[in-house]
């Protein structure tokens, strides 16, 4: 695993964009594994004036998202599904049908079986991800088999708690309780994984994924396991290390 501790968010998310961009101008068709939550929030904002100004193309990028409420349907504001078009592709020249997010409504085994054929077909390039504060990558909680696929799971409390921040209001109520979520194994099977984590509240989380045991406790852990893991995370959330 490489370790990069910078300054700041502005910082960490520049340093993210310089490794998104050198992919997608080496690789015009590369496959991007991308994460939803506040931390890429930046990155997504520099992708896309990268592109507007810089003309850089996603005409041939092909997207995969690590995963969605279930319970939400696509064009549901609070979904992942548009937290992506919000965020990032409304501003980028990607062909609709390259755009992949897990469907969080429907029959889950037809739904978790499609997309586990979808990403076996499609060997992501880099996959993009940030941190839960109870280690989670993905939607995958403490548990979860290193040998998972994309599946349905329950939320931690306490990720329902943190993740109230992106809903109306803050209304908890309005999160859902489950999720479709990408595998550990698949997210193991990018070929690059970027992992991004600011402030301290992620600190605790980042010394476990770093520092501590490889366990399904801390599923950000099997990282150190990856070939090319690349960690960037602020002052903040290095601040036990
Ligand atoms: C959600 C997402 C994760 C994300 C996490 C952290 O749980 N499913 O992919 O990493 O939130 O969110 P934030 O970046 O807002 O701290």
Request: charge should be negative; charged fraction near 25%; aromatic fraction near 8%.
């Amino acid at each position: 695993m490489k370790i990069i501790v910078k300054k700041d968010y502005e910082q960490v998310s520049q340093a993210a964009l310089e490794i998104m961009l050198d992919i997608i101008k080496n690789k015009p068709n590369a496959a991007l594994g991308l994460a939803t939550g506040s931390t890429p929030i930046r990155l997504y904002e520099l992708m896309q004036e990268d592109h507007l100004k810089n003309h850089t193309s996603y005409k041939n990028i092909e997207s995969y998202n690590l995963d969605e409420y279930y319970g939400l349907s696509d064009d549901n504001p609070q979904s992942y599904y548009y937290f992506m078009w919000h965020h990032l592709f409304n501003k980028l020249d990607i062909d609709k049908k390259n755009i992949h997010v897990p469907s969080g409504e429907g029959n889950i085994e037809d739904v978790t079986k499609h997309y586990n054929e979808l990403l076996q077909q499609h060997p992501r390039d880099i996959q993009l991800l940030g941190l839960g504060s109870n280690g989670h990558i993905g939607f995958n909680e403490p548990g979860t088999s290193f040998q998972s696929t994309t599946h349905y799971i329950a939320l931690k409390q306490s990720t329902i708690e943190d993740n109230a921040k992106l809903f109306f209001n803050g209304d908890i109520s309005a999160v859902p309780t489950h999720a479709i979520t990408m595998g550990i194994q698949e997210i193991m099977d990018a070929k690059k994984v970027l992992l991004l984590a600011c402030g301290e509240r992620k600190a605790k989380a980042v010394k476990g994924l770093i520092e501590g045991e490889v366990t399904e406790e801390l599923p950000a852990s099997i990282l150190q396991k990856h070939q090319d893991a690349i960690i960037i995370v602020d002052e903040a959330a290095a601040s036990l290390l």
